[in-house]
Structures are given as structure tokens and as C-alpha cells.
């Protein structure tokens, strides 16, 4: 398998545009995490579905943040309008019911100017 | 409610040297138990994990940690560290009755001296 997918591994982007950051499940898993990693504030869980269904989103920052899973294969973070504050890198991790394992993606890579 | 605290935020020792990276966790309910690893520019990939059964668990590479449910501890350690460990490391919690949801701790950096 070829682990969870993000992409872009990069994004650099001007205060006030939407940004949205992708991921790609490993296949078979039935819970996706989205999370949010920065020195000050170290590794947050914003939101996270199961079977496609939000679970918790009180994690997510404020309603600038909108997460969707239209099927079990993709799933996509936006951010719009997009601040400098929300510099981050931005991590997906999915995992099964019978499992705790999670297995995080590479992270998105974002800076907000 | 749950939480995890990783007692050091950076740990530096010299390359052959023994290290310890401690951690605590609170829960009213039965716990599972992680230790993650995340080298430069990477996601975090699982190092070891405590489900059931023997309260000392190891890894491929070394590491060891310890389930110790009276002082809710769950610390990790390596007799001998080399320069490749050098990485942040995280300790996590899942209550048993939880399913998928992990609680991480700050991260403690492991920072190693030739």
C-alpha cells in the first residue's frame, strides 16, 4: 500500500485565499484525522469522520476551517480566507475500527504570507 | 477526560549514552498506550504501542517502554542511543472504550551528540 497521501506537500499562499489541502486515506481504513501541527501550539486534532461521517470538529479553529469526506478515498481541509496565523503544517492520518494505529500522511507544508 | 504529559520538552544526550523520555497520562477509564516518532520533515510513524498482556513492550530498533498502571506512567527508553535517533517523539493515550481517537502529548525532542 502506498501509505496516506497529501498533496500539496507545499503550499505558500497571500493572506485572504482559499486554500485546500487533500488527502487520500489508506485503503480499508474507516476513520480519517485531520491535524495541525506548529511549535507553539505542537500537534492538534481538528476534525475527524468515520465512514465519511464527522465525528468531532471541535478542534477545528473557527468556521474559516471546513472539512469534507465525499467517499472513503479523498478527503479535503479548506481554509477560506486564509491568515498568516494558520502557517502550519497540516497532517492526515487514518486508521481502522479494530485498530488505534494510526498512519499519518507526509503533512502539508503551509505558509500563509 | 483525558491528557498526556510529556515530562522534558528536549532531552540532549551524547551518542551511546542511555536516555529515558517520561511520560504520564490521565484517564478515569482502561487505557492503550503510544509512542510515536517523527524525524525531520516527515509524519509521525509508530514506534511502539501497549494494548494488553506484558507491560514492557519494544521496538525494532531498541526502544523499549513500560506500562506502569499504579503511577500511570508509560515511559520510553533506549540503553544505547545513536545519532539516527535524533527526532521528536510523542507519547498518545486511546481509552479503550474510544474508538480511533488518539490525545498526544507536547512531544519531547531527542537531540543526540556525537
Known amino acids: 500500500d502506498a501509505g496516506v497521501i497529501q498533496s500539496p506537500r507545499h503550499e505558500v499562499t497571500e493572506m485572504g485565499q482559499e486554500v485546500t489541502l487533500r488527502c487520500k486515506p489508506i485503503?480499508?481504513?474507516?476513520?480519517l484525522f485531520w491535524y495541525r501541527q506548529t511549535m507553539m501550539r505542537g500537534l492538534e486534532l481538528l476534525i475527524y469522520?468515520?465512514?465519511?461521517?464527522?465525528?468531532?470538529d471541535s478542534g477545528m479553529p473557527e468556521d474559516r476551517f471546513s472539512a469534507k469526506m465525499p467517499n472513503a478515498s479523498f478527503s479535503t481541509l479548506k481554509i477560506q480566507p486564509s491568515e498568516p496565523r494558520d502557517s502550519a503544517v497540516y497532517f492526515c492520518?487514518?486508521?481502522?475500527?479494530?485498530?488505534?494505529?494510526?498512519?499519518f500522511g507526509p503533512g502539508t507544508r503551509l505558509t500563509v504570507t | 477526560a483525558q491528557s498526556v504529559t510529556q515530562l522534558d520538552s528536549q532531552v540532549p544526550v551524547f551518542e551511546e549514552a542511555p536516555v529515558e523520555l517520561r511520560c504520564n497520562y490521565s484517564?478515569?477509564?482502561?487505557?492503550?498506550l503510544f509512542w510515536y516518532v517523527q524525524y525531520p520533515n516527515q509524519g509521525l510513524q509508530l514506534l511502539l504501542k501497549?494494548?494488553?498482556?506484558?507491560?514492557l513492550v519494544e521496538s525494532i530498533n531498541g526502544f523499549e517502554a513500560e506500562f506502569n498502571k499504579s503511577q500511570t506512567s508509560f515511559h520510553l527508553r533506549k540503553p544505547s542511543v545513536h545519532i539516527s535517533d535524533t527526532a521528536e517523539y510523542f507519547c498518545a493515550v486511546a481509552s479503550t472504550g474510544n474508538t480511533g481517537k488518539l490525545i498526544f502529548g507536547q512531544g519531547t525532542t531527542l537531540q543526540v551528540k556525537p
Open positions: 484517564s478515569s477509564v482502561s487505557v492503550y
Open positions: 492520518a487514518s486508521t481502522t475500527s479494530s485498530s488505534y494505529e494510526q498512519y
Open positions: 501497549y494494548l494488553s498482556g506484558s507491560t
Open positions: 485503503s480499508g481504513h474507516d476513520y
Open positions: 469522520f468515520n465512514n465519511n461521517v464527522p465525528i468531532d
